[in-house]
């Protein structure tokens, strides 16, 4: 069973950065595409971020954050990151991370950023 653990969030000044850290049993980052999640009060989660292919380049953003958020892994350590710069009050959500663009249903506890002065 696949066991996703994010970490990382806390609460931070508009304009401040954070790092998130997702670790995933196995292999599966090496397997499947991952991406990170959000989910705002009374919104719909969404991708912000993920990549492309399972190693090598290749990575999407969504428009909010672009510019703003990358996205990184090591494979070796079975984690991947979400540093997240410039943050603005519209990020402040509980952060998840899981397979892209097609999520599995194994959510972890996720992760929550608030920013907030």
């Known amino acids: 069973q696949v066991q996703l653990v994010e970490s990382g969030g806390g609460l931070v000044q508009p304009g401040g950065s954070l790092r998130l850290s997702c670790a995933a049993s196995?292999?599966?980052?090496?397997?499947?595409?991952m991406g990170w999640y959000r989910q705002a009060p009374g919104k719909e989660r969404e991708l912000v971020a993920a990549?492309?292919?399972?190693?090598?380049?290749?990575?999407n953003y969504a428009d909010s954050v672009k510019g703003r958020f990358t996205i990184s892994r090591d494979n070796a350590k079975r984690t991947m990151y979400l540093q997240m710069n410039s943050l603005k009050p519209e990020d402040t959500a509980v952060y998840y991370c899981?397979?892209?663009?097609?999520?599995?249903?194994?959510w972890g506890q996720g992760t929550q950023v608030t920013v907030s002065s």
């Open positions: 899981n397979t892209a663009p097609a999520p599995t249903q194994h």
């Open positions: 990549f492309a292919f399972t190693s090598g380049g290749g990575t």
């Open positions: 196995g292999r599966i980052l090496s397997i499947v595409p």
